[in-house]
């Protein structure tokens, strides 16, 4: 796996990587990570993965980080 690109936001971290025929793009935030993959046949260049990283679509990703921070204090108990 071969990393192409990190991207430092205030309140979370974007690392693209080149992979087995696909581009990944993993967000971090804390304990929790979102992961998309898509096919290098599917893009042009690497410039249409960073093209995708919008202000909505990074927008979306923190969202669905508040979510699953929600899910995990609903129900996971700390021994």
Known sequence: ?????????PNYRITVFNWNGK???KFEQGDLEQTF???EFD???EDDIYALLT???NNEVVKN???MNDI???HF???
């Open 1 to 9: 796996m071969r990393v192409i690109k990190e991207i430092n936001k």
């Open 55 to 57: 202000d909505d679509f």
């Open 43 to 45: 893009v042009a260049n």
């Open 72 to 74: 995990i204090n609903k």
């Open 37 to 39: 993959k898509i096919s």
């Open 65 to 67: 980080f508040r979510s």
């Open 77 to 79: 108990e700390p021994l």
């Open 23 to 25: 581009y990944l793009i």
